[in-house]
């Protein structure tokens, strides 16, 4: 589960097609969020995988179908774990539980108006109770959902109980009565000293991270990995300096917390019924994308989720270095290489229907759309469609005004759909290029299409 | 007479120009400055909407408590102060809540800088007589949509949980009468 930074990267063509066999989604050869590739090539079961489900009869309006959100997330895990059932998928995740174990589940609550919601949340903890541990039905007292304070839970619909009947769960902040943050056992982010909540370091056996899809102005977006600022006492003071962008304290953290703290997070999943693409982290859902997202790597399971926000207009996907940063060493903790991915798609669980009898607006031509920012002066997303109705083998180089090919951006194999490429202003040897004027071509079926792009430096 | 005529001019101007010196933060006497929550709309002042409770207030780095890190977006333009108040709809909008955030960032000079800073909302011009505030931009999503504008020494932000063209023309209605009180 782990990445470093490579000098180099070759990939022969045997194991180019054994990846595109295996269903691999999202084949990069050098396409990360930042342009900077997150590892070595892993191979088989070493891949991080990624489950994406998603069922449009998830929610109508702005309200959540729990039905459907329910087959959604039993069918999410039992992919991402390989098992027949709920029950046996779920319980796969915590190796060693016991009857006694207590497992926490850590919602993002901040925005009222979007929160992991209550919904997906309570479909966890109903597919928890499947598990059949020690013989009997795995005790819905020994599941807390929780975040920072009481009042966000309540704000985000969330009813806060913190009794002990055996057929209830449990959820309340770190803030409830006789719980806080732990002064005995301090993490040094970058120098600040942070308490974690008491909930983390004594109250939980195994952590389910629950985050929600958001861009933030901070650090890009918020995922799986910064849904850990609501797991320690003062996370206003893990924002850094302008431009900082949050990186590196948001690795920083989630290594501590798994080093120090030996936090087991047995999976991420991502709440991405709804989204919220420009502006965020606050206000109202913007889209719906109505899906969910589940790894046990956060570092992959941010990279999807940023992907789909890009797709969705998101403007701040270039300043989640964070993402980048926490593959590398000294974090390493996951990948953000598509290539070290195994990206499973799941469409319409509820209904049953087959991804190919889906029609779902296939794009009809093969185009580059307008990269932004452009001009730039350290990236630029440049988004393109791939049209038709099967895969193609397609490719996206930059150009300099001589008509010289200076950086390959993508070669590969692509299904139909919307997709996007960074490009960091750099050749292929690595080398920053000159201020000026490139052309980007795209190459797929036999279709071409160019866009200018200004490099200032 | 003369003498107590000019004594009671003298008096009056002095008179006046304290008074213009007790308003709120003392920045002269010619001017008004009213905290952010004095511009939220109150109940029954738009047709339909409601406030839902009493108005959070937040001072300084406090603002970190309702939004975390976007916190850091205002405080790096002169934040003092914010108002957020949630309104509920009635009629057909009876599902639907809209709020709103205003933000006091000190002077004009800082809420221009936060309209403008690359990581706030970028948005669609608003601009014509009918537009709120010195700059305005709408956003318009297929669940949402919003209103930003800056004036003064306000930056606001007013958003509401549906996507159509009415909800927009709901937010456009709150944003003028927030600019309208604005001095």
Redesign the interface.
Same mark, same amino acid.
């Given at each position: 589960m782990t990445s470093s930074r490579p000098e180099s990267r070759e990939i022969d063509r045997r194991d180019f097609l054994r990846r595109a066999a295996m269903g691999t989604a999202g084949l990069a050869l050098t396409s990360t969020l930042t342009g900077l590739p997150g590892g070595p090539v892993r191979a088989g079961d070493d891949l991080s995988r990624v489950v994406i489900v998603t069922d449009q009869a998830a929610s109508s309006g702005i309200t959540i179908e729990p039905d459907v959100a329910a087959v959604m997330m039993n069918r999410g895990v039992m992919e991402l774990t390989g098992r027949d059932s709920a029950g046996q998928a779920w319980k796969s995740l915590f190796p060693g539980i016991t009857s006694g174990s207590r497992i926490g589940i850590k919602v993002n609550c901040i925005n009222r108006y979007l929160s992991s919601h209550p919904e997906i949340a309570q479909t966890i903890v109903d597919g928890l109770a499947t598990m059949e541990v020690d013989r009997a039905p795995f005790p819905r007292n020994n599941i807390i959902v929780w975040d920072r304070h009481n009042y966000e839970l309540t704000r985000a619909g969330y009813s806060i109980y913190y009794g002990s009947d055996p057929d209830t769960h449990r959820c309340f902040g770190t803030d409830l009565s006789g719980y806080s943050y732990d002064q005995d056992l301090p993490i040094t982010i970058q120098g600040q000293i942070m308490y974690p909540s008491v909930l983390l370091t004594q109250h939980c056996d195994y952590l389910i991270n629950l985050s929600v899809m958001k861009n933030h102005t901070m650090s890009g977006v918020t995922g799986s990995l910064k849904n850990h600022y609501g797991s320690i006492h003062l996370p206003s003071a893990l924002h850094g300096a302008s431009g900082q962008y949050c990186d590196p304290f948001i690795p920083d953290l989630n290594r501590k917390l798994n080093d120090q703290l030996g936090m087991i997070q047995a999976v991420n999943i991502c709440d991405a019924i709804f989204g919220i693409a420009s502006g965020g982290p606050m206000g109202n859902p913007q889209f719906a994308f109505n899906g969910l997202l589940f790894s046990r790597d956060p570092v992959a399971l941010d990279y999807q989720e940023t992907q789909i926000l890009v797709d969705q207009g998101c403007g701040t996907a270039t300043i989640a270095t964070h993402i980048d940063t926490a593959a590398w060493p000294p974090y390493q903790l996951g990948t953000n290489d598509p290539m070290n991915m195994d990206v499973r798609y799941i469409t319409d669980p509820s209904t049953g229907a087959a991804d190919d009898d889906r029609e779902p607006s296939r794009p009809a031509d093969y185009r580059l759309e307008l990269a932004y920012p452009n001009p730039f002066n350290a990236h630029t997303v440049i988004p393109y469609v791939i049209g038709g109705r099967s895969s193609v083998s397609m490719r996206v180089d930059i150009y300099n005004v001589r008509g010289q090919r200076v950086r390959a951006l993508y070669r590969g194999r692509r299904e139909p759909g919307r997709y996007r490429v960074v490009w960091d202003g750099r050749d292929d040897r690595g080398a920053l290029l000159a201020s000026g004027i490139y052309l980007c071509r795209l190459s797929a079926a036999g279709h071409e299409d160019v866009v200018k792009l200004s490099l200032i430096k | 007479m003369q003498t107590v005529s000019k004594f009671l001019s003298c008096f009056l101007v002095i008179v006046l120009f304290l008074a213009g010196c007790s308003k709120d933060k003392g920045t002269g006497p010619e001017e008004t400055i009213l905290d952010p929550v004095d511009l939220l709309p109150t109940s029954g002042e738009i047709s339909g909407w409601t406030p839902q409770g009493a108005a959070e207030e937040w001072v300084g780095?406090a603002l970190?408590q309702?939004?975390?890190?976007?916190?850091?977006?205002y405080l790096?333009h002169g934040f003092e102060e914010a108002a957020f108040l949630d309104y509920q709809g009635s009629g057909s909008w009876a599902?639907t809540?809209l $709020?709103v955030?205003i933000f006091d960032q000190g002077s004009a000079e800082q809420a221009a800088d936060l309209y403008d800073d690359p990581? +706030?909302?970028?948005g669609t011009p608003w601009t014509g007589s009918e537009a709120a505030g010195t700059e305005a931009r709408t956003?318009q999503?297929?669940? $949402?949509c +919003?209103v930003e504008f800056h004036e003064a020494e306000y930056f606001v932000?007013v958003?509401?949980?549906s996507?159509d063209d009415q909800a927009l023309e709901v937010v456009k209605l709150f944003a003028r009468n927030i600019s309208q009180k604005i001095p």
């Amino acid at each position: 589960m782990t990445s470093s930074r490579p000098e180099s990267r070759e990939i022969d063509r045997r194991d180019f097609l054994r990846r595109a066999a295996m269903g691999t989604a999202g084949l990069a050869l050098t396409s990360t969020l930042t342009g900077l590739p997150g590892g070595p090539v892993r191979a088989g079961d070493d891949l991080s995988r990624v489950v994406i489900v998603t069922d449009q009869a998830a929610s109508s309006g702005i309200t959540i179908e729990p039905d459907v959100a329910a087959v959604m997330m039993n069918r999410g895990v039992m992919e991402l774990t390989g098992r027949d059932s709920a029950g046996q998928a779920w319980k796969s995740l915590f190796p060693g539980i016991t009857s006694g174990s207590r497992i926490g589940i850590k919602v993002n609550c901040i925005n009222r108006y979007l929160s992991s919601h209550p919904e997906i949340a309570q479909t966890i903890v109903d597919g928890l109770a499947t598990m059949e541990v020690d013989r009997a039905p795995f005790p819905r007292n020994n599941i807390i959902v929780w975040d920072r304070h009481n009042y966000e839970l309540t704000r985000a619909g969330y009813s806060i109980y913190y009794g002990s009947d055996p057929d209830t769960h449990r959820c309340f902040g770190t803030d409830l009565s006789g719980y806080s943050y732990d002064q005995d056992l301090p993490i040094t982010i970058q120098g600040q000293i942070m308490y974690p909540s008491v909930l983390l370091t004594q109250h939980c056996d195994y952590l389910i991270n629950l985050s929600v899809m958001k861009n933030h102005t901070m650090s890009g977006v918020t995922g799986s990995l910064k849904n850990h600022y609501g797991s320690i006492h003062l996370p206003s003071a893990l924002h850094g300096a302008s431009g900082q962008y949050c990186d590196p304290f948001i690795p920083d953290l989630n290594r501590k917390l798994n080093d120090q703290l030996g936090m087991i997070q047995a999976v991420n999943i991502c709440d991405a019924i709804f989204g919220i693409a420009s502006g965020g982290p606050m206000g109202n859902p913007q889209f719906a994308f109505n899906g969910l997202l589940f790894s046990r790597d956060p570092v992959a399971l941010d990279y999807q989720e940023t992907q789909i926000l890009v797709d969705q207009g998101c403007g701040t996907a270039t300043i989640a270095t964070h993402i980048d940063t926490a593959a590398w060493p000294p974090y390493q903790l996951g990948t953000n290489d598509p290539m070290n991915m195994d990206v499973r798609y799941i469409t319409d669980p509820s209904t049953g229907a087959a991804d190919d009898d889906r029609e779902p607006s296939r794009p009809a031509d093969y185009r580059l759309e307008l990269a932004y920012p452009n001009p730039f002066n350290a990236h630029t997303v440049i988004p393109y469609v791939i049209g038709g109705r099967s895969s193609v083998s397609m490719r996206v180089d930059i150009y300099n005004v001589r008509g010289q090919r200076v950086r390959a951006l993508y070669r590969g194999r692509r299904e139909p759909g919307r997709y996007r490429v960074v490009w960091d202003g750099r050749d292929d040897r690595g080398a920053l290029l000159a201020s000026g004027i490139y052309l980007c071509r795209l190459s797929a079926a036999g279709h071409e299409d160019v866009v200018k792009l200004s490099l200032i430096k | 007479m003369q003498t107590v005529s000019k004594f009671l001019s003298c008096f009056l101007v002095i008179v006046l120009f304290l008074a213009g010196c007790s308003k709120d933060k003392g920045t002269g006497p010619e001017e008004t400055i009213l905290d952010p929550v004095d511009l939220l709309p109150t109940s029954g002042e738009i047709s339909g909407w409601t406030p839902q409770g009493a108005a959070e207030e937040w001072v300084g780095e406090a603002l970190y408590q309702p939004i975390d890190g976007d916190a850091e977006t205002y405080l790096r333009h002169g934040f003092e102060e914010a108002a957020f108040l949630d309104y509920q709809g009635s009629g057909s909008w009876a599902n639907t809540v809209l $709020s709103v955030r205003i933000f006091d960032q000190g002077s004009a000079e800082q809420a221009a800088d936060l309209y403008d800073d690359p990581t +706030s909302g970028t948005g669609t011009p608003w601009t014509g007589s009918e537009a709120a505030g010195t700059e305005a931009r709408t956003e318009q999503y297929a669940l $949402s949509c +919003s209103v930003e504008f800056h004036e003064a020494e306000y930056f606001v932000h007013v958003d509401i949980g549906s996507g159509d063209d009415q909800a927009l023309e709901v937010v456009k209605l709150f944003a003028r009468n927030i600019s309208q009180k604005i001095p």
